[in-house]
């Protein structure tokens, strides 16, 4: 009964910011990667920026520099700060985490929230 539940999206003028919540929930003994992905319709997922637990950040060459991962594993919340925003950054951004329950090591998906980014 795990759940990541987004939140955060909404209408953005070009060259504005948002902040991603991502929120994990359920039976959970730890979390491994966590990370943020999006989709256009007609086009294949693609990853965004993704953190360890440790720290270890990764991020797609579109977002470098503008866009910012962390999380806080107390919390088990993960959070995508989003700066300089561009049009072609619409999209729906998707959560993912790798958790640890007590007897397996899965992957979790969110259903996503839109970032709408338009003048």
């Known amino acids: 009964q795990v759940q990541l539940v987004e939140s955060g999206g909404a209408l953005v003028q070009p060259g504005g910011s948002l902040r991603l919540s991502c929120a994990a929930s359920?039976?959970?003994?730890?979390?491994?990667?966590m990370g943020w992905y999006r989709q256009v319709p007609g086009k294949e997922r693609e990853l965004v920026a993704t953190?360890?637990?440790?720290?270890?950040?990764n991020y797609a060459d579109f977002v470098k520099g503008r866009f910012t991962i962390s999380r806080d594993n107390a919390r088990r919340t993960a959070y995508l700060q989003m700066d300089s925003l561009e049009p072609e950054d619409t999209a729906s951004y998707i959560c993912?985490?790798?958790?640890?329950?007590?007897?397996?090591?899965?992957?979790?998906w969110g259903r996503g929230t839109q970032v709408t980014v338009s003048s």
């Open positions: 359920g039976r959970i003994f730890s979390i491994n990667t």
């Open positions: 953190e360890t637990r440790g720290g270890l950040t």
């Open positions: 993912n985490a790798n958790i640890l329950t007590a007897t397996v090591a899965s992957d979790y």
